[in-house]
């Protein structure tokens, strides 16, 4: 025997498992079919995701609101929280009952006056020559809301959304009462060496969240009332009604400012050029304000998110996951974008050599 043959070892085939080969396939397949399970069940948990989510972000708003009380209240944190919560209650019970009535009255109002102004764009359109009927310009608003995802379906009833809103309101005040002991335990599952920057990150998060929520806020209540006041100046129709609805549609920024100025100036041309025009000018004033002067000094510090990225985010989780993706849309990217930026953070602080320079503008 030749000392050739004699130590010669033999080494697994590709058809063995225990073959380097096999076992570093082995080990692609599995992130690529984990990522594949990980998508369908996004899919398949797409409503009580979205539950949870905005559970987080109410409690992020209870939680800041509780800070804040915390600031000139020396009281324990389940006092300052009851106090928000009861603040919330009274506010909501001010706005919907004492003028229940009355805002029924004009949100029938509003609706016939918005159909007579579709009617009138659509004969307009059809005088240019251009091919759009009234009945399409109707049916552009039900067609969106078909398109929506998987969690309209689930919310799209007067039940489902009653039922989905208590759920979310519950679990937002378990958070909110001790959010650090859910922290905790998230963290207790992952492993020592990855705690502190999870808790890093977390603290993060929930400080981004806050001022993100506080300056969602602040810019419903100025809009809001500023609409009101200035349109009850002006003599425009149902200005009670157009102010709280840009108030809560000021919580999705640019699609949200959108469909209130299309409402505010469809009724203010209802009553005229003069107060269609008015309305335009105090649409445009209020956005400025809101803009310019509002987002810049509270939220815009805090994210910094372009509005192009919000605008493809809000389109995205909207067609994905309907209304509740639509509203969520802002913190989750905001999140993500917390998480990137302290990831990178964390890499380049083990590895200087990553650091790339920026170019120049």
């Known amino acids: 025997m030749s000392d050739t043959q004699a130590f010669h070892v033999e080494e697994p085939g590709p058809s063995e498992v225990r073959s380097p080969l096999v076992q570093q396939e082995l080990k692609r397949a599995g992130v690529w079919f984990a990522l594949a399970i990980a998508v369908a069940l996004v899919v398949l948990l797409a409503q009580p995701l979205m539950l949870?989510?905005?559970?987080?972000?109410?409690?992020?708003?209870?939680?800041?609101g509780t800070r804040l009380l915390g600031r000139i209240l020396p009281i324990s944190r389940g006092w300052r929280l009851t106090i928000v919560l009861l603040g919330a209650v009274a506010f909501m019970a001010y706005t919907f009952y004492l003028t229940g009535s009355s805002l029924a009255a004009q949100a029938q109002a509003m609706r016939t006056i918005v159909e007579a102004q579709?009617?009138?764009?659509?004969?307009?359109?059809?005088?240019?020559?251009?091919?759009?009927?009234?009945?399409?310009?109707?049916?552009?608003?039900?067609?969106?809301?078909?398109?929506?995802?998987?969690?309209?379906?689930?919310?799209?009833?007067?039940?489902?959304?009653?039922t989905s809103g208590v759920m979310m309101l519950v679990l937002a005040i378990f958070i909110a009462v001790e959010p650090k002991l859910y922290e905790r335990g998230v963290a207790w599952m992952l492993p020592i060496e990855k705690r502190a920057h999870f808790y890093r990150v977390a603290d993060k998060m929930g400080w981004t969240l806050r001022r993100l929520m506080f300056g969602r806020l602040i810019g419903m209540a100025v809009e809001g009332v500023g609409t009101w006041l200035l349109l009850w100046a002006g003599g425009v129709p149902m200005a009670g009604l157009l102010g709280i609805l840009t108030g809560l549609f000021a919580f999705l920024p640019n699609i949200g400012s959108i469909i209130s100025g299309v409402l505010i100036i469809l009724v203010g041309f209802s009553g005229g050029t003069d107060t269609g025009l008015y309305a335009f000018g105090v649409y445009m004033v209020v956005q400025i304000i809101d803009g310019y002067l509002i987002v810049p000094m509270v939220a815009k510090r805090a994210t910094d998110l372009a509005p192009a990225l919000v605008l493809a985010a809000q389109i995205l989780f909207g067609a994905l996951f309907g209304i509740m993706g639509l509203f969520l849309a802002d913190p989750i990217v905001a999140m993500i974008k917390v998480y990137l930026e302290e990831r990178s953070k964390a890499m380049k602080a083990q590895n200087p050599a990553l650091v790339v320079p920026t170019p120049a503008a």
Do not use: E
Request: aromatic share 2%.
């Open 52 to 64: 949870v989510m905005g559970a987080l972000v109410l409690a992020t708003m209870m939680d800041g």
């Open 118 to 162: 579709v009617m009138r764009i659509g004969g307009w359109m059809q005088q240019l020559g251009i091919s759009a009927t009234p009945s399409d310009l109707k049916g552009l608003a039900g067609q969106a809301m078909s398109s929506m995802g998987r969690v309209t379906a689930a919310v799209g009833t007067a039940v489902g959304a009653i």
